[in-house]
């Protein structure tokens, strides 16, 4: 076989190289994310770590409810963890910052790269 007839798949071990690295660096952002918020209490995460409702306006009004147990979950865009109180006659939603997925889009650009080369050029073989 000769090389004029040898085809590659157009990236070479350094495109799967780019690709895997960029991968793992996404993976990596993403499972130190739900880590970071998993290793504590939903209570104290979306208590103590963020801003919660205003528990002075219900305290002036009269009107505290007695137990506030905020509910938290994992979400992908914008990746991070999304805090939710239900008081009663309001629910206060505290959605994460974009500074997760923004740290974890240079992986994952850098993971697609090599397939779109990869896919532009099995295109021109077809």
Do not use: K
């Not at 780019?18 to 998993?38: E, I, K, P």
């Not at 208590?47 to 002036?60: I, L, N, W």
């Not at 991070?80 to 008081?87: I, M, N, V, Y």
């Amino acid at each position: 076989m000769n090389t004029a007839e040898r085809r590659d798949d157009g990236l070479g071990w350094f495109g799967w190289l780019v690709a895997v690295a960029g991968s793992g660096w996404a993976l990596l952002v993403v499972a130190a994310t739900w880590y970071l918020g998993q290793r504590e209490s939903v209570e104290a995460r979306c208590t103590f770590g963020h801003e919660g409702p205003d528990m002075a306006a219900y305290t002036a009004a009269g009107v505290v409810p007695e137990a506030i147990h905020p509910n938290g979950s994992f979400g992908w865009f914008p990746l991070g963890w999304t805090c939710r109180w239900d008081l009663g006659s309001a629910v206060y939603i505290y959605a994460p910052d974009w500074g997760a997925t923004l740290f974890a889009v240079p992986g994952i650009l850098v993971a697609l790269i090599p397939g779109v080369f990869w896919l532009t050029r099995r295109r021109r073989w077809g």
